[in-house]
């Protein structure tokens, strides 16, 4: 499959890249081209132009700021997964980023790309929306910041205008005291999630769960953040018990996506499943 004609300019600084896309309307960002490049070959996306920031150097890299791990937008996956700092600070974005897809998806994709593209099955954005990443994005006329839990609205849409740029992502460090995990079932051609599990818990002083979050992917048509477990879950002991009560209790899905690889109804049994074990999993992990 070929995709449409398209022009095709290269970017070397971000200013660049914002003054092509105000020259050309309908124009794409290129990053790992490993979800956008697809959808051309389908024809299910024709952009007239293609401007490609693949090479500007200030888009990527890793580092601390502050209480927060800033992360380029051009970041691939597999430094992600390979990040010391972040597996010190933010372990659970380094988890998840480890079981993206294969090496080559993991080593030409970029976690900018993924969240712009924000397919229902990824596994970034229930990690972000858990740990309370924010978005930060550049247009010509000025910066602003979305919390992930308002960046992701739907199936294939987020709030990034058409003008914007993601330069990076600011992920706050693990607090003390707690332990994560990201699960997933996995489709077992592309490894995309049919249910991705993604929990944090805190514990306190005595014991008991201070704080919790458990998110999902590819369970609706967008990641979806379950915070009635989390509520029920905050103050009280974190035994076996109380953990699958909160989620048999508390997990209020609806619309849950149905494909050719697993009904809805299968995708609501996964996701309790799943978001118990990945409970049980960061509580085990905080406590040791
Ligand atoms: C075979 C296969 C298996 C995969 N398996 C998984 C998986 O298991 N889990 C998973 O999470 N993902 C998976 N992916 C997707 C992969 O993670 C891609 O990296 C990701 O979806 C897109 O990133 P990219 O850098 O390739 O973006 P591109 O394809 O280049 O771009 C995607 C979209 O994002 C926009 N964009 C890119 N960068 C920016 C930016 N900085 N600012 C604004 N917009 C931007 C583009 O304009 C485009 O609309 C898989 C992909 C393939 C091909």
Do not use: W
Not at 172 to 184: F, H, M
């Amino acid at each position: 499959m070929f995709p449409a004609k398209f022009d095709y300019y290269r970017a070397s600084t971000v200013q660049e890249a914002l003054d092509l896309l105000d020259a050309h309307d309908e124009a794409k960002l290129l990053a790992g081209g490993h979800s956008l490049i697809p959808m051309m070959k389908l024809r299910l996306a024709q952009p007239p132009a293609l401007i490609d920031i693949g090479r500007i150097a200030e888009l990527s890299g890793i580092s601390r700021d502050g209480s927060s791990m800033r992360i380029g937008a051009l970041t691939r996956h597999a430094e992600i997964a390979a990040s010391e700092l972040l597996h010190r600070e933010c372990p659970l974005i380094a988890e998840a980023a480890s079981k993206i897809g294969d090496p080559q998806v993991r080593n030409k994709g970029t976690i900018g790309g993924n969240i712009a593209h924000a397919d229902p099955a990824s596994d970034l954005p229930a990690v972000l929306i858990a740990s309370g990443a924010t978005i930060h994005l550049l247009a010509a006329g000025g910066s602003r910041e979305v919390a992930a839990g308002e960046f992701f609205v739907g199936l294939l849409t987020t709030a990034l205008g058409a003008n914007e740029v993601i330069t990076h992502l600011s992920v706050p460090a693990q607090p003390a005291n707690s332990g994560s995990s990201y699960l997933k079932v996995e489709h077992p051609a592309s490894g995309y999630a049919v249910c991705g599990a993604a929990a944090i818990v805190t514990l306190g002083a005595d014991g008991n769960c201070s704080a919790a979050a458990l998110c999902y992917n590819g369970i609706t048509d967008s990641a979806c953040n379950a915070e009635a477990v989390a509520g029920a879950l905050a103050g009280g002991a974190l035994d076996d018990a109380t953990i699958g009560a909160a989620v048999d209790d508390h997990l209020a899905i609806s619309d849950p996506l149905g494909d050719v690889h697993a009904s809805g109804e299968y995708r609501l049994h996964l996701a309790k499943v799943y978001g118990k074990r990945a409970l049980k999993r960061a509580r085990d992990r905080a406590r040791a």
